[in-house]
């Protein structure tokens, strides 16, 4: 694939000479080094920055998914029976084979999804250092020698599952693509990945770059399709022993039960509505910026965007002048150019839930400050894309939809707290339980919040930094489980207990009963 010195325009015709350049062959799955087309429903892929459609493609069918299914087998037994010093240094060259294809896959990613292209080049140098992290764990999981009564010699080790299945989501492909492969791939197992069927392009072309630099063939597939056929096939078949889940909490919930009932185990991160508390001592520029980043950055397509802004009742209005004066300098256009800050929405039907929800909330009587539906300024083929402006919602009350629903586009939704338990008790006022933040300039009151809000991950004066070393995950309706840091290696492995008896020879056989 070339990547253009010149500038690109988005749209149907550059999206798809991007994907004629990245998979000859067209959109498949990929399965053992290859990608084999479907012979399913045909899926129609869409410029989200124009609407113009760029490519369609088949489902992966039966025959397809048999055959996946049965080189994942295949690449797990070759895979999990290799010197884990051997793993550590294919992924390392995985890492660097990302890093020297970073700038055709942010390229791709922008063009086929409509993420704008300052967001995916730094996505694309992420997915390599997680590879480059998760490699350095390969050689390095630990099992215990474990002292019992009697004479025994007694010790466990971490055995892979064998295969693992990541469902990942349309928000951010090629990054959750990498995040929910790198960990598994260290533990030893072989991974299926099944994006979403509206974003499958950068996933197979990492997969593709992955086996080009050096995993074995069926160490890492990609199922492409519809996830009521191919995502239900590789998260309950009898080959499968793990699932990862990155979605809404509806699908996350089906899939996590229809994966129980085949006695497969699941890693949900499910979806937010974190709430973003700004005090009244706080550095208020510092934190506008702040809110700013927490729920416009990727069009507020992001499980943590800060999409509840909860400000103390004597800086509020001030503070709010801050936010929307800022909101409306973000640029929106062209997600090609590395000047766009907000791109459009990536697929069609969140593009309608999106603009449903900001109608329902100013119905229910919030007071739009800035933003909402489709900019005037764009003109030609953009005017023709899934455009939401940055939107500033005021006095987003507890009884207001916004409070509680997601909207999972670039709409936060404001309201006043009088003191720092009322901002706790509103913080905590929802069944998700993802991420927040707290901005004061006392520092006790800062652990206090980060130790009261119900959140996987909490940020002190800050927003929205993640990093594969860290674990990340959520509470309650945000799902279960840790899908980073070293713990993840936890949730990819299971342990194996192994007894040696050490008595004399013609001793009696040790019991210590059961």
Sequence with gaps: MTVLDTPLTSGAATAARLLSEALPTGIGSFVDGG??????????????????EFATYRDAGDTVVEELLASSARGAQVWGAMNPFERAARLRAVSVAVAENAAQLAVLESATSGKPLRDTRVEAAKVAEMFGYYAGWADKLLG????????????TRKVPWGVVTAVTPWNAPMFTGGWNSAAPLAAGNAVIVKPSEYTPVTTIRLAQIAY??????????????????????????????????????GTGRRVAAAAAAAGKPVVLELGGKSANLVFADADLDRAADGAIAAVFSGAGQSCVAGSRLLVQRSVHDDFLDRVATRAEKLRLGDPLDPATEIGPIVTAPQYATVRSLVDAGISAGAARRTGAHLPGSLTGDLAGGRWVAPTLLAGVTPDNLLETTEVFGPVVGADAF???????????????????????ADVSRAHRVAHAVNAGTFWINAYKTIHVAVPFGGFGDSGHGRSSGPGVLEEYTQTKAVWVPVQDAGAPFPSLGY
Excluded: C, H, M
């Design 35 to 52: 990608v084999l087309p479907g012979d399913g429903e045909p899926v129609v892929l869409t410029a989200a920055a124009t609407g113009e």
């Design 144 to 155: 215990q020698t474990i002292p019992v009564p009697g004479d025994w010699f007694t010790y």
């Design 212 to 249: 080009e630099a050096g995993l074995p063939a069926g160490v890492f597939n990609v199922a492409v399709g519809l996830g009521g056929t191919v995502g239900t096939q590789v998260t309950t078949d009898a080959r499968v022993g793990k699932v990862s889940f990155i979605g809404s909490v």
């Design 418 to 440: 009088d003191d720092e338990a009322d901002a706790v008790r509103r913080a905590n006022a929802t069944p998700f339980g993802l991420a927040g933040a707290v901005w004061t």
